[in-house]
Nanobody, 124 residues
Framework: QVQLVESGGGLVQAGGSLRLSCAIS????????MGWFRQAPGKEREFVAA????????DYADSAKGRFAISRDNGKTTAYLQMNSLKPEDTAVYYC?????????????????WGQGTQVTVSA
């Protein structure tokens, strides 16, 4: 069993930055790919970014490229999503997810564990 706890959400003005954190714990926690997804009101959940279990591969949604950066600490206890140049359309609940020995994929169905989500609100 693996537990994920997100933090770092909040209210920010357009053009500002936030860094989301996702702490992972439990069995084999080092062997999970980590993904970030988001869901805005009335919309489906969408992929934002992912990093492979080894850390060697990263992927981003087109909307995140050049603005967001995914990373994890050396101990693989925490994954981060640095979000810069935020836009009102980035407003959503952001979720982190874990995929055992994953390559960092875009499909939410492959992720076995999910965090509770953290709200990000970007004002115009």
């Amino acid at each position: 069993q693996v537990q994920l706890v997100e933090s770092g959400g909040g209210l920010v003005q357009a053009g500002g930055s936030l860094r989301l954190s996702c702490a992972i714990s439990g069995r084999d926690y080092r062997n999970y790919a980590m993904g970030w997804f988001r869901q805005a009101p009335g919309k489906e959940r969408e992929f934002v970014a992912a990093i492979s279990w080894s850390g060697g591969s990263k992927d981003y949604a087109d909307s995140a490229k050049g603005r967001f950066a995914i990373s994890r600490d050396n101990g693989k206890t925490t994954a981060y999503l640095q979000m810069n140049s935020l836009k009102p359309e980035d407003t959503a609940v952001y979720y982190c997810a874990a995929d055992f020995l994953g390559s960092g994929r875009r499909y939410d169905s492959v992720y076995e564990y999910w965090g509770q989500g953290t709200q990000v609100t970007v004002s115009a």
